[in-house]
């Protein structure tokens, strides 16, 4: 009964989204405000059914309903009840839905916010929100539906994938989602820009913070989904260039041109057509991951579709909206452009340069991610693209953006002279270049020239960052925006760091370890004592005891595991971790060797916690900007009518 | 020329000439680092190049994994039906790695026909095998019978009743 209603809620859910697409778009050509006024009440229907819809397939998860098809597939009565609610997410069918609840969310959050906004812009705004709604509750209903019943319904269900069992992962689709569906908010800005023809410095106001909310929740869920990867994959690497990894990287490198783009938009009104085509851009490779994604093309643990129609239909929603979007933007974009100009040593240059590096790291990656699809899809042999391109390829454009960054963040808008810019920047380039050069050597014996630049960088745009955080060194008065566009470029700079030196100076060892005899792996001492039988919730181990020593002194215990799901009978590794500041240890076992020896991967990773440390930093940093006050303010004063925007824009045409 | 005109002209000289560069080393990196999926049957029957890395994929035989006691090294067949190409690897094994179960090796040609690899693959999923395996696991089935029907043609004209298996492997240890 609960799954009937979870599906009557999803159809009534896309019969509103319907409204909400047709009604305020045709209302804003007609100037009908009654039409334009059905946008709000039916973005909250939406999302009421939304949320119906979802906690109906969370009770059918809770309550074991088995003869629900997509529980039967992804739960089990042994799942505990926490893991039960994740499952809601942990496969096809209902991370859609989760998608759906996420929209839903944005778009009502866009509804309540927008009261300082002209109403036809809110109504345009929220039809284009429309239009994504339908594409995606019509795919969910014909394609992938949730609350289809298996008839008669199994005793068990086949539950929920064990490396999907964890808490890291409970949380990283949502997070990820959040992101990824917050890009279609700019998107739907920027739409409503090109209908309406005009585009101003309050526009780029509106769309900045919406921009910078995906942008946060996005780094959370690519970072979380690194962590876990590292820790429950139990193979120890961060990040594999995996085609899913890419496919939320891509939007993730578009988002952060889009940011600061914005900046330039907000600021001086320049770069504004560019601003709406990246605004574009992020929504689209969002669809394309999602297409590479749930289409069941990719060779991945995380394509958990492989019905051809459901990567047809996305496909095809994919190329109306790409396509829609795109011709929309050819038709109106030309009446957007200022011919305001910028001088070279100035904010708007390396802004642009930023952005011009950022683009060509996307279509690196993406040339890297699809080709091995296209040479498949016309027969030209099956190939995949190693993981150095992907190293080198990014490498180059990021080295160049490091060096300009830290100007960047210094240089004033429209001109500076180089010699002020040269003074400011002594101290932090001399520090930089001695600590990048000296702390390898120190620590870890010898460098090499990637990891001396790369340490260099990494100093660089730390310092660089700091300044102007330092007492008496900054603007006179520091706003939020500023303090979190430091914060964000520290981050960064510890994650380049942590990048450095784990790629460097890690180290990793396969070998046959026997009871009582010590194992030597960067200096440290594992040693195996032996084997033992645990009992978890749902699963049965082999636990392994490794006690780790460092000139003679203990350091730690390990308890490493290897399971075996009393559902799905298939053995999965768990890697026991020492963290620290300094290092990780790993120990995983591999198979037994007879004898009581197992055959043992330990790894030594420095530095590692700084690449998850620097992403949480720029997330916080992504916060201070959006708590910046002049947003409030905006949104109190409700001043600067979209209605004269035509004009050049506030600090145009020097 | 104005020098407005001539820094712009310089600026986007600089830019052309950057991006080339860029481009020209990305481009090499990637040619490099193309990693080709043979299947069993192409790995026998076409000329392998030799020092390039490159990827294998099928079924691991049944009965064929071999360990010595104690050692990190295994071989075993990977097996498409028509041919078999022996692996051999040393280190951890995934988890879902066993006879029977669709993997992916990635390695290069070692002598002999014996195939190094340096990582080997498993899917995480039981049911879920690579569609490049299961693709090449389909043409090996049809790679099969048309090498019986042969031998047994060849058997014919010789004379010689002993056709070779319907399975026979290409690779005789």
Not at chain 1, 324 to 343: E, V
């Amino acid at each position: 009964m609960i799954p009937e209603l979870g599906q009557v809620a999803l159809i009534l859910a896309l019969l509103l989204a319907m409204v909400q697409t047709v009604a305020p778009l045709w209302g804003s050509f007609t100037g009908s405000r009654v039409l334009m006024g059905l946008a709000k009440p039916a973005v909250t229907g939406q999302l009421v059914f939304a949320i119906v819809a979802f906690g109906a397939l969370t009770y059918a998860f809770v309550t074991h309903d088995f003869s629900v098809a997509f529980v039967a597939g992804h739960s089990n009565s042994e799942l505990p009840v926490f893991y039960r609610v994740g499952a809601v997410w942990g496969g096809h069918e209902g991370s859609l839905l989760l998608w759906i609840l996420v929209l839903a969310i944005w778009s009502v959050l866009v509804a309540a916010f927008s009261g300082h906004m002209p109403e036809r812009f809110v109504a345009r705004v929220l039809g284009v929100l429309g239009v994504v709604a339908v594409g995606f509750l019509s795919f969910t209903l014909f394609t992938s539906n949730p609350f289809d019943r298996l008839i008669p319904a199994p005793a068990d269900g086949q539950d929920l994938n064990p490396i999907l069992q964890d808490p890291a992962l409970m949380i990283h689709p949502p997070l990820l989602y959040i992101g990824y569906v917050g890009f279609s908010v700019a998107f739907a800005f920027a739409i409503a820009a090109l209908l309406e023809g005009r585009l101003d410095a309050a526009w780029a106001r509106w769309t900045r913070p919406w921009t910078t909310a995906a942008w946060v929740f996005l780094t959370l869920g690519i970072s979380l989904g690194s962590w876990w990867a590292y820790y429950e994959l139990g193979w120890g690497g961060w990040w594999f260039w995996d085609p899913v990894e890419n496919a939320s990287f891509l939007p993730w490198l578009i988002g952060t041109a889009l940011i600061h783009s914005l900046a330039v938009t907000e600021k001086r009104g320049l770069f504004r057509s560019w601003t709406l085509l990246l605004a574009i851009t992020a929504f689209s490779l969002s669809l394309l991951g999602t297409f590479l994604v749930r289409s069941g093309i990719l060779v991945s643990v995380h394509a958990f579709a492989t019905d051809p129609s459901r990567g047809l239909y996305i496909l095809v929603f994919m190329g109306i909206v790409t396509g829609a979007a795109l011709a929309l933007y050819a038709w109106r974009a030309p009446m957007l452009t200022s011919d305001a100009g910028f001088r070279p040593m100035s904010r708007e240059s390396f802004v642009l340069a930023n952005n011009i590096l950022l683009v060509i790291a996307t279509a690196l990656i993406l040339l890297g991610t699809l080709y091995p699809l296209f040479m498949d899809a016309l027969n030209l042999g099956k190939v995949s693209v190693g993981p150095p391109y992907f190293d080198l390829a990014f490498m180059i454009p990021m080295f160049p953006l490091m060096l300009l960054m830290g100007m960047g963040m210094h240089v004033m808008w429209r001109q500076m002279s180089v010699s002020v810019l040269a003074r400011k920047l002594r101290v932090p380039a001399v520090i930089a270049v001695i600590a990048g050069v000296t702390l390898p050597l120190v620590f870890y014996g010898s460098a090499g020239m990637l990891t001396i630049v790369g340490s260099i960088a990494a100093f660089w745009v730390m310092l660089t960052a700091l300044i102007d955080l330092l007492p008496g060194r900054g603007p006179a008065r520091l706003t939020s925006s500023h303090i979190g566009m430091c914060l964000a470029h520290f981050g960064l700079g510890m994650l380049i760091l942590g990048v450095t030196f784990v790629s460097s100076y890690d180290a990793e060892a396969d070998r046959a370890a026997v009871p009582g005899q010590p194992i030597e792996v960067a200096g440290y001492e594992f040693t195996m004592f032996g084997t033992r039988g645990v009992e978890g919730p749902n699963f049965s181990a082999i636990e392994a005891e490794v006690e780790v020593r460092l000139d003679g002194e203990l350091v730690t215990m390990l308890y490493p595991q290897k399971r075996v799901y009393r559902v799905q009978r298939d053995p999965v590794t768990q890697t026991a971790i020492a963290a620290g500041w300094r290092r990780d240890l790993l120990v995983s076992m591999g198979e037994p060797l007879g004898e009581g020896a197992w055959s043992v991967r330990i790894q030594y990773k420095p530095l590692v916690r700084f690449i998850w440390l620097g992403t949480l930093v720029m997330a916080i940093g992504g916060l201070f900007a959006l708590s910046d006050r002049r947003y409030r303010l905006a949104r109190r004063r409700s001043t600067e009518p979209l209605a004269d925007g035509r004009a050049p824009a506030p600090g145009g045409g020097s | 020329m104005t020098p407005t005109r001539k820094r712009r002209l310089m600026l986007v000289a600089g830019l052309v000439a950057g991006v080339g560069l860029a481009t020209t080393l990305a481009l090499r990196a990637f040619q490099e680092n193309m990693l080709y999926f043979y299947s069993p049957t192409e790995f026998v029957e076409i000329d392998v190049p030799a020092e390039r890395t490159l990827r294998i994929g099928g079924l691991v035989a049944d009965g064929s994994v071999q360990r010595e006691s104690g050692s990190m090294t295994v071989e075993f067949l990977v097996t498409d039906h028509a041919y078999s190409v022996p692996v051999r690897y040393t280190g951890v094994l995934p988890d879902l790695f066993r006879e029977g179960q669709g993997v992916v090796a990635r390695g290069r040609l070692g002598e002999g026909g014996l195939f190094l690899a340096d990582n080997i693959m498993a899917k995480h999923d039981e049911n879920y095998m690579p569609p490049e395996v299961a693709q090449a696991l389909e043409a090996g089935k049809m790679r099969a019978i048309e090498r019986a029907a042969e031998q047994a043609e060849a058997a014919r004209a010789t004379g010689n009743g002993s056709a070779g298996g319907y399975y026979g492997g290409g690779y005789q240890p």
